[in-house]
């Protein structure tokens, strides 16, 4: 089996993502290019030199994916290319994902601790052990092996995680204004 993963914005990797940004399905006029929808447009845009379509480059990078099972593509009677992303993409999509994921920082602290806590059985200890290891990387203090805490919003972070991982129906977040301590976790953050 060929070594599953593309670096990182190359040309594959922007056919790959633009796949996963849309419905999955990309349908290509090899003839002109530059007719479509503005995914398809963004997604071709590096195959575009002087105003002309690069089509052997273009098949090129699909053949790579599809030998990595990351995307299957055809060509149509008609000289149009369909694209189909495959399950295996979508994951190696999430998983760049979850790599580029960060938490905005407010200008300004609401004075909430987002408190997240989780009891992952050991049945599942290899994405217990990502999880943390997200969190620790996302910069979420520990206060303990299974609570972490932070005084940013990630609400929307910790279930794109929590579903990525499969450990959602063991994850809370909890919220809190005041607590013993807090004065230490106020300096590690920066926040007043």
């Known amino acids: ?17 633009h796949l996963a940004w849309g419905s999955g399905v990309l349908l290509v006029s090899i003839i002109s290019p530059l007719g479509g929808a503005q ?26 994916l599809q030998e ?7 060509e149509l009677d008609d000289g149009s290319v369909e694209v189909t992303i495959t399950k295996r993409g979508r994951t190696q999509m999430l998983k ?28 599942h200890k290899q994405a217990r052990d990502a999880l943390r290891r997200k969190l620790l990387d996302l910069r979420f203090y520990p206060l303990q092996k299974s609570v972490f805490i932070t ?15 499969g450990v959602g129906r063991y994850l809370l977040i909890l919220y809190a204004t005041h607590f013993e301590g807090e004065e230490k976790l106020k300096h590690y953050f920066g926040v007043r």
């Open 1 to 17: 089996m060929a070594k599953l993963i593309i670096r990182r914005n190359s040309r594959p990797y922007q056919i790959l993502k």
């Open 39 to 64: 995914l398809v447009r963004a997604g071709i845009k590096s195959y575009l030199r002087k105003k002309r379509f690069e089509r052997d480059k273009f098949l090129r990078d699909l053949k790579k």
């Open 68 to 74: 990595r099972d990351l995307a299957d593509y055809r």
């Open 96 to 123: 760049y994902r979850l790599d580029d994921m960060c938490l905005k920082r407010p200008p300004h602290w609401d004075g909430k601790w987002r408190l997240i806590v989780f009891d992952v059985p050991h049945s």
């Open 151 to 165: 005084p940013y919003p990630c609400e929307k972070e910790i279930d794109f995680i929590a579903s990525v991982f």
